[in-house]
Antibody, heavy 118, light 106 residues
Framework: QVQLQESGPGLVKPSQTLSLTCTVSAGSISSGGYFWTWIRQHPGKGLEWIGFIHYTGSAYYNPSLKSRITMSLDTSKNQFSLSLNSLTAADTAIYYC??????????WGQGTLVSVSS | DIQMTQSPSSVSASVGDRVTITCRASQGISSWLAWYQHKPGKAPKLLIYAASSLESGVPSRFSGSGSGTEFILTISSLQPEDFATYYCQQAKSLPRTFGPGTKVDI
C-alpha cells in the first residue's frame, strides 16, 4: 500500500519561501496516472486544496495561491515538492501531501505543521 | 469556486447510534462528491467517492447518497473507531473544495 510522508521546516519567517517535500513509498510517482496533491488545513479550520501535479508534469493550482506556488516532481527520488513564496501568517497550517485521481484523494500523508512567524 | 457546506458542525452520539451528516454544494455537482474521515494527527481517509461508492476496505456501515446539490453520509451503527471529523469534497470543477467538517464525538 502506497505511503506518503511530508518533510520540511516547521518554522519559516514571513516573506520567505516554504519548500516541502513528499516522499512516496510502495509505489512509483511516474506510473499509474496519478495526481500528486498538496492540501492544507489552517488551525481549527477545514481543508484547502492547494493543487496537484500529474506524473507527466502538468500542474494545476488553486487560483487563490497560483501566483505563489510551484510544484515539481523528482522521479529519481520518488518525491514531489511544493514551493510557496511570500509567506505570511495566513500560511500557517498543517500541510498534507496526497495521491489521487483527477477527482478524489485516496492516500494521504499524516501532515506537517508549518508556522510562519518572525 | 463551488462552496460546500455541512450540517451539523458537530454531533454527539453513542456507540450503536445511526449518524447522518449532510453536505450541500452551492451549485449542482452531479455525483462528483467524496467523503473523508479525519482523526487528529492521522492521515485523512477516503470513505466514499462518486457520492455512493464505498472505497475498498471501508466498513459497510458507511454509506453515501445524494446527487446534484445535497448529499448524505450515513454511519448505520457507530463504532468507537468512528469518532472523528468528516469532510465532503466536490470533484466537479477546479479548484477542488471541501466542506468545513462535521465532528462526531461522544
Amino acid at each position: 500500500q502506497v505511503q506518503l510522508q511530508e518533510s520540511g521546516p516547521g518554522l519559516v519567517k514571513p516573506s520567505q519561501t516554504l519548500s516541502l517535500t513528499c516522499t512516496v513509498s510502495a509505489g512509483s510517482i511516474s506510473s499509474g496516472g496519478y495526481f500528486w496533491t498538496w492540501i492544507r488545513q489552517h488551525p481549527g479550520k477545514g481543508l484547502e486544496w492547494i493543487g496537484f501535479i500529474h506524473y507527466t508534469g502538468s500542474a494545476y493550482y488553486n487560483p487563490s495561491l497560483k501566483s505563489r506556488i510551484t510544484m515539481s516532481l523528482d522521479t529519481s527520488k520518488n518525491q514531489f515538492s511544493l514551493s510557496l513564496n511570500s509567506l505570511t501568517a495566513a500560511d500557517t497550517a498543517i500541510y498534507y501531501c496526497a495521491r489521487g485521481s483527477w477527482d478524489y484523494f485516496d492516500s494521504w500523508g499524516q501532515g506537517t505543521l508549518v508556522s510562519v512567524s518572525s | 469556486d463551488i462552496q460546500m457546506t455541512q450540517s451539523p458542525s458537530s454531533v454527539s452520539a453513542s456507540v450503536g447510534d445511526r449518524v447522518t451528516i449532510t453536505c450541500r454544494a452551492s451549485q449542482g455537482i452531479s455525483s462528483w462528491l467524496a467523503w473523508y474521515q479525519h482523526k487528529p494527527g492521522k492521515a485523512p481517509k477516503l470513505l466514499i467517492y462518486a457520492a455512493s461508492s464505498l472505497e475498498s476496505g471501508v466498513p459497510s456501515r458507511f454509506s453515501g447518497s445524494g446527487s446534484g446539490t445535497e448529499f448524505i453520509l450515513t454511519i448505520s451503527s457507530l463504532q468507537p473507531e468512528d469518532f472523528a471529523t468528516y469532510y465532503c469534497q466536490q470533484a466537479k470543477s477546479l479548484p477542488r473544495t471541501f466542506g468545513p467538517g462535521t465532528k462526531v464525538d461522544i
